[in-house]
């Protein structure tokens, strides 16, 4: 692989990672309620999902699981139903308003529950791997490629994904004080949650 070919796939990694998708709002939800460490955090899950994933397309694991119908059925539908989960507690949030001062106090085992939707979020979007599958292989040489090539291009995925929500959920924080009514963040999870349930609908209609 050739310095020019890998700056090639990185501008299609960032162009791929810039569009909205579920873990976006997943980071977004967790910096405007949790504030910096909540968003980084969830970023950090996303970025270990991501990895994982990754890690596995480069070994061949994750063409096992796309060439799988069980596999990959078993993944899309936990997909679905987590997605789901997150779109029903996000607009019952709405609809109940009930909402705490930001920026106070975390509850115990709030951070491990805040790293867990990211990963979650992540690791059960089996698009993530087909992503993986399918991309790799067009940078990589069969005659020439090692695995320390594929490990590259797979990470630079997770590490471009991560920035970018990082830079979101940073962003995200700054706005805490315009969005700290009560109006506001029923109007985001309302949102949030219609995002949710898309995705999860897409997924299930979509395969």
Same mark, same amino acid.
């Given at each position: 692989m050739t310095w020019s070919s890998y700056g090639v796939y990185v501008l299609i990694s960032i162009s791929l990672v810039l569009a909205p998708g579920p873990d +976006? &709002?997943?980071v977004l939800r967790a910096a405007l309620a949790g504030g910096r460490a909540h968003g980084v955090l969830s970023?950090?899950?996303? &970025? +270990?999902?991501?990895?994982?994933q990754g890690v596995a397309a480069a070994f061949g694991l994750g063409l096992l699981v796309v060439q799988s119908?069980?596999?990959f059925t078993v993944v899309r539908w936990l997909g679905v139903a987590y /997605?789901?989960?997150l779109g029903l507690r996000a607009v019952r949030a709405a609809v109940r308003g009930r909402y705490g001062p930001l920026g106070g106090p975390s509850p115990d085992g709030a951070a491990g529950r805040t790293f867990a939707a990211g990963f979650l979020c992540n690791i059960t979007n089996p698009?993530? /791997?087909v992503m993986y599958v399918s991309v790799l292989p067009q940078f990589l040489d069969p005659q020439r490629a090692t695995v320390a090539d594929a490990l590259l291009l797979a990470l630079?995925?997770?590490?471009?994904? +991560?920035?970018? /929500?990082i830079g979101l959920a940073l962003a995200a924080v700054r706005m805490r004080g315009w969005l700290s009514s009560r109006r506001a963040r029923r109007s985001l999870d309302a949102?949030?949650?219609?995002? &949710? /349930?898309? &995705?999860?609908?897409?997924m299930a209609l979509n395969g």
């Open positions: +976006t &709002f997943v970023a950090a899950g996303v &970025f +270990t999902a991501s990895a994982a119908q069980t596999a /997605l789901t989960y698009k993530i /791997l630079t995925v997770a590490v471009v994904g +991560t920035c970018w /929500l949102v949030a949650g219609t995002a &949710f /349930l898309g &995705f999860g609908g897409a």
